[in-house]
Protein backbone atom coordinates (compact mmCIF):
# COMPACT_ATOMS: atom_id res chain seq x y z
CA UNK A 1 0.00 0.00 0.00
CA UNK A 2 0.93 3.68 -0.60
CA UNK A 3 2.08 5.85 2.04
CA UNK A 4 2.93 9.56 1.98
CA UNK A 5 5.05 11.07 4.80
CA UNK A 6 5.76 14.72 5.94
CA UNK A 7 8.26 14.37 8.94
CA UNK A 8 8.35 18.38 9.77
CA UNK A 9 4.85 18.89 11.68
CA UNK A 10 5.62 22.57 11.90
CA UNK A 11 8.09 24.82 10.47
CA UNK A 12 8.17 28.58 10.32
CA UNK A 13 9.58 31.32 7.54
CA UNK A 14 10.81 34.70 8.12
CA UNK A 15 8.49 37.00 4.99
CA UNK A 16 10.73 37.32 1.66
CA UNK A 17 12.80 34.25 2.29
CA UNK A 18 12.35 30.62 0.91
CA UNK A 19 11.16 27.88 2.71
CA UNK A 20 11.24 23.89 1.35
CA UNK A 21 8.72 21.43 3.13
CA UNK A 22 9.47 17.73 2.97
CA UNK A 23 7.39 14.89 1.97
CA UNK A 24 8.17 11.44 1.10
CA UNK A 25 6.36 8.57 -0.51
CA UNK A 26 6.48 4.58 -0.72
CA UNK A 27 4.72 3.06 -3.93
CA UNK A 28 5.71 0.07 -6.10
CA UNK A 29 4.18 1.49 -9.06
CA UNK A 30 5.92 3.75 -11.93
CA UNK A 31 3.57 6.15 -12.75
CA UNK A 32 1.66 8.38 -10.26
CA UNK A 33 0.61 11.94 -9.20
CA UNK A 34 1.43 13.90 -6.88
CA UNK A 35 0.25 16.64 -5.09
CA UNK A 36 0.68 20.07 -2.70
CA UNK A 37 -2.29 21.15 -1.07
CA UNK A 38 -2.67 24.25 1.20
CA UNK A 39 -5.48 24.85 3.60
CA UNK A 40 -5.25 28.63 5.54
CA UNK A 41 -6.69 28.28 8.62
CA UNK A 42 -10.10 28.76 8.53
CA UNK A 43 -10.62 28.61 4.71
CA UNK A 44 -10.91 25.87 2.15
CA UNK A 45 -8.19 23.42 0.96
CA UNK A 46 -6.99 24.30 -2.60
CA UNK A 47 -4.62 22.78 -4.90
CA UNK A 48 -0.95 24.52 -5.12
CA UNK A 49 1.11 22.60 -7.87
CA UNK A 50 0.95 18.93 -9.17
CA UNK A 51 3.23 16.88 -10.33
CA UNK A 52 3.03 13.83 -12.77
CA UNK A 53 5.88 11.04 -12.24
CA UNK A 54 6.72 10.29 -16.15
CA UNK A 55 7.58 13.72 -16.53
CA UNK A 56 11.22 14.63 -15.63
CA UNK A 57 10.25 18.56 -15.55
CA UNK A 58 9.68 19.85 -12.01
CA UNK A 59 6.51 21.58 -11.40
CA UNK A 60 6.20 25.31 -11.00
CA UNK A 61 3.69 27.47 -10.05
CA UNK A 62 4.82 31.15 -9.98
CA UNK A 63 6.03 31.11 -6.49
CA UNK A 64 5.63 27.68 -5.62
CA UNK A 65 8.08 24.59 -7.22
CA UNK A 66 8.98 21.19 -6.89
CA UNK A 67 12.07 18.72 -6.53
CA UNK A 68 10.71 15.63 -7.75
CA UNK A 69 13.15 12.70 -7.02
CA UNK A 70 11.29 9.49 -8.50
CA UNK A 71 14.28 7.68 -7.51
CA UNK A 72 14.69 8.68 -3.91
CA UNK A 73 10.62 9.38 -4.07
CA UNK A 74 11.06 12.64 -2.54
CA UNK A 75 9.12 15.23 -3.64
CA UNK A 76 9.59 18.20 -1.88
CA UNK A 77 8.06 22.12 -2.15
CA UNK A 78 10.06 25.00 -2.08
CA UNK A 79 7.94 28.36 -1.56
CA UNK A 80 10.04 31.09 -2.77
CA UNK A 81 9.76 34.80 -1.20
CA UNK A 82 7.47 34.16 1.51
CA UNK A 83 4.29 36.19 2.48
CA UNK A 84 1.74 36.44 5.12
CA UNK A 85 -1.01 34.33 2.89
CA UNK A 86 1.51 31.36 2.74
CA UNK A 87 0.31 30.22 6.39
CA UNK A 88 -1.51 27.42 6.50
CA UNK A 89 -1.52 23.86 6.46
CA UNK A 90 0.40 21.82 3.53
CA UNK A 91 -0.53 18.86 2.82
CA UNK A 92 1.51 16.39 0.57
CA UNK A 93 -0.59 13.74 -1.82
CA UNK A 94 -0.60 10.65 -4.46
CA UNK A 95 -2.44 9.11 -6.54
CA UNK A 96 -2.11 6.45 -8.88
CA UNK A 97 -2.01 6.97 -12.41
CA UNK A 98 -4.26 4.01 -12.91
CA UNK A 99 -7.72 3.56 -11.96
CA UNK A 100 -8.11 -0.09 -10.02
CA UNK A 101 -10.94 0.25 -8.83
CA UNK A 102 -14.02 2.31 -8.85
CA UNK A 103 -12.19 5.64 -7.50
CA UNK A 104 -9.70 7.50 -7.60
CA UNK A 105 -8.04 7.32 -4.31
CA UNK A 106 -5.88 9.94 -2.98
CA UNK A 107 -3.66 9.34 -0.12
CA UNK A 108 -2.77 12.18 2.19
CA UNK A 109 0.50 12.61 4.45
CA UNK A 110 -0.14 14.09 7.72
CA UNK A 111 0.57 18.04 7.17
CA UNK A 112 3.14 20.76 7.88
CA UNK A 113 2.01 23.99 9.19
CA UNK A 114 3.98 26.78 7.99
CA UNK A 115 3.98 29.55 9.77
CA UNK A 116 5.26 33.14 8.20
CA UNK A 117 6.72 35.37 10.55
CA UNK A 118 6.65 39.34 9.17
CA UNK B 1 -15.02 28.41 -10.03
CA UNK B 2 -15.99 25.59 -8.58
CA UNK B 3 -18.05 25.91 -5.68
CA UNK B 4 -17.63 23.30 -2.90
CA UNK B 5 -20.19 24.30 -0.36
CA UNK B 6 -20.95 22.71 3.58
CA UNK B 7 -23.86 23.07 5.34
CA UNK B 8 -22.61 24.31 8.88
CA UNK B 9 -18.90 25.19 9.67
CA UNK B 10 -19.57 24.37 13.40
CA UNK B 11 -21.81 21.72 15.08
CA UNK B 12 -22.46 20.79 18.06
CA UNK B 13 -24.15 17.29 19.15
CA UNK B 14 -24.79 15.18 21.91
CA UNK B 15 -23.43 11.63 22.32
CA UNK B 16 -26.14 8.93 20.57
CA UNK B 17 -27.78 11.95 18.68
CA UNK B 18 -28.19 11.30 14.82
CA UNK B 19 -26.26 13.87 12.67
CA UNK B 20 -26.51 15.22 8.96
CA UNK B 21 -23.78 16.91 7.31
CA UNK B 22 -24.62 18.17 3.54
CA UNK B 23 -22.39 18.68 0.91
CA UNK B 24 -22.92 20.51 -2.08
CA UNK B 25 -21.05 20.88 -5.61
CA UNK B 26 -22.21 23.14 -8.49
CA UNK B 27 -19.83 21.89 -11.38
CA UNK B 28 -21.93 18.88 -12.41
CA UNK B 29 -18.90 16.94 -10.91
CA UNK B 30 -19.36 12.78 -10.95
CA UNK B 31 -17.44 11.88 -7.87
CA UNK B 32 -17.80 12.96 -4.54
CA UNK B 33 -15.82 12.65 -0.82
CA UNK B 34 -16.23 12.23 2.47
CA UNK B 35 -12.84 13.16 4.72
CA UNK B 36 -11.98 12.81 8.09
CA UNK B 37 -8.93 15.56 9.06
CA UNK B 38 -7.33 14.64 12.24
CA UNK B 39 -4.26 16.41 13.27
CA UNK B 40 -0.79 14.55 12.72
CA UNK B 41 -3.18 12.08 10.79
CA UNK B 42 -4.35 13.96 7.35
CA UNK B 43 -7.22 12.86 5.87
CA UNK B 44 -8.39 9.90 5.70
CA UNK B 45 -11.40 9.21 3.39
CA UNK B 46 -14.86 7.66 5.04
CA UNK B 47 -16.68 7.30 2.05
CA UNK B 48 -16.61 7.78 -2.04
CA UNK B 49 -19.63 8.28 -4.77
CA UNK B 50 -19.07 8.06 -8.18
CA UNK B 51 -22.42 8.52 -9.25
CA UNK B 52 -26.36 9.25 -8.20
CA UNK B 53 -27.39 6.48 -5.42
CA UNK B 54 -23.51 4.96 -5.85
CA UNK B 55 -21.32 4.80 -2.84
CA UNK B 56 -18.39 2.77 -1.77
CA UNK B 57 -16.74 2.31 1.45
CA UNK B 58 -13.56 4.57 2.12
CA UNK B 59 -10.38 3.43 4.64
CA UNK B 60 -12.40 4.57 8.33
CA UNK B 61 -16.45 3.78 6.82
CA UNK B 62 -17.55 2.76 10.49
CA UNK B 63 -20.07 4.43 12.08
CA UNK B 64 -20.84 6.69 8.90
CA UNK B 65 -23.14 6.13 6.30
CA UNK B 66 -23.88 8.18 3.37
CA UNK B 67 -26.74 9.55 0.99
CA UNK B 68 -27.16 10.48 -2.72
CA UNK B 69 -30.28 11.36 -3.81
CA UNK B 70 -28.77 13.77 -6.12
CA UNK B 71 -25.61 14.49 -8.31
CA UNK B 72 -24.91 17.39 -7.02
CA UNK B 73 -25.23 16.68 -3.07
CA UNK B 74 -23.99 14.09 -0.99
CA UNK B 75 -24.47 13.41 2.47
CA UNK B 76 -22.69 12.21 5.65
CA UNK B 77 -24.87 10.73 8.23
CA UNK B 78 -23.89 9.79 11.87
CA UNK B 79 -26.41 7.48 12.73
CA UNK B 80 -25.75 7.58 16.85
CA UNK B 81 -22.56 9.94 17.27
CA UNK B 82 -19.69 9.15 19.74
CA UNK B 83 -17.19 11.75 21.23
CA UNK B 84 -14.42 9.91 19.07
CA UNK B 85 -16.60 11.11 15.98
CA UNK B 86 -15.45 14.81 16.96
CA UNK B 87 -13.34 15.92 14.06
CA UNK B 88 -13.08 18.40 10.88
CA UNK B 89 -15.30 17.07 8.37
CA UNK B 90 -14.48 17.72 4.63
CA UNK B 91 -15.99 17.18 1.61
CA UNK B 92 -14.39 16.97 -2.10
CA UNK B 93 -15.65 16.39 -5.88
CA UNK B 94 -13.57 15.83 -9.17
CA UNK B 95 -14.81 15.71 -12.40
CA UNK B 96 -14.49 12.00 -14.53
CA UNK B 97 -13.76 12.17 -17.94
CA UNK B 98 -14.51 8.26 -18.54
CA UNK B 99 -12.60 5.12 -19.58
CA UNK B 100 -9.34 4.38 -17.56
CA UNK B 101 -8.30 8.48 -17.80
CA UNK B 102 -7.16 9.94 -14.67
CA UNK B 103 -9.53 11.81 -12.75
CA UNK B 104 -9.67 15.62 -12.39
CA UNK B 105 -8.25 17.23 -9.50
CA UNK B 106 -10.70 17.29 -6.23
CA UNK B 107 -11.91 20.61 -4.78
CA UNK B 108 -12.76 20.87 -1.23
CA UNK B 109 -15.79 22.52 0.70
CA UNK B 110 -14.66 24.72 3.61
CA UNK B 111 -15.07 21.44 6.15
CA UNK B 112 -17.13 21.38 8.89
CA UNK B 113 -16.24 20.95 13.04
CA UNK B 114 -18.08 18.82 14.35
CA UNK B 115 -17.74 18.37 18.10
CA UNK B 116 -19.60 15.74 19.83
CA UNK B 117 -20.31 16.07 23.85
Known amino acids: AQTVTQSQPEMSVQEAETVTLSCTYD???????LFWYKQPPSRQMILVIR??????QNATENRFSVNFQKAAKSFSLKISDSQLGDAAMYFC???????????????FGPGTSLSVIP | DVKVTQSSRYLVKRTGEKVFLECVQD?????MFWYRQDPGLGLRLIYF???????EKGDIPEGYSVSREKKERFSLILESASTNQTSMYLC????????????????FGPGTRLTVL
Open chain 2, 92 to 107: ASSAYPGGWAVTDTQY
Open chain 1, 27 to 33: TSESDYY
Open chain 1, 51 to 56: QEAYKQ
Open chain 1, 93 to 107: AYRSAFMKTSYDKVI
Open chain 2, 27 to 31: MDHEN
Open chain 2, 49 to 55: SYDVKMK
